[in-house]
């Protein structure tokens, strides 16, 4: 119910909603400018991503490169991957989340949150 019976500003609405827009492409170029890390087999893989979630790096310390055991190697990259990408989420959702929560506390849709 809009108070005194009125019609909503819709230049005011568009407006809002033009800011809400702005902000959200802002940390959107953000989140796909920053670098986080995740890391396995305390520290012997690395892997690097943007808070998007596109990997940049992969670090393999050569303690970690053993030629009669590269299940494990494998095991530690996917580890470290998946690391990143935790923290890339985290990243996204200290970003997006306040903008989500402008949108009416539903989320956005197709946004883990």
């Known amino acids: ?3 005194g019976g009125g019609q909503p500003n819709m230049q005011q609405l568009l407006q ?3 800011k809400m827009q702005q902000d959200l492409a802002r940390a959107q170029e953000e989140l796909a400018n920053t670098e986080v890390e995740g890391q396995a087999g305390g520290g012997l893989v690395k892997a690097t991503v943007t808070g998007s979630g596109d990997l940049r790096a992969l670090k393999i ?3 970690a490169v053993d030629p009669e055991d590269t299940e494990t ?3 530690l990259v996917v580890a470290a991957v998946q690391a990143a990408n935790e ?3 985290a990243l996204q959702q200290q970003k997006l989340g306040p903008l989500a ?3 009416g506390g539903g989320g956005i849709p197709g946004l883990p949150f």
């Open 73 to 75: 190697l494998a095991d």
């Open 61 to 63: 310390d050569p303690k």
């Open 1 to 3: 119910m809009i108070p």
């Open 101 to 103: 929560e402008g949108l």
């Open 16 to 18: 809002q909603a033009q």
């Open 87 to 89: 923290n890339a989420q």
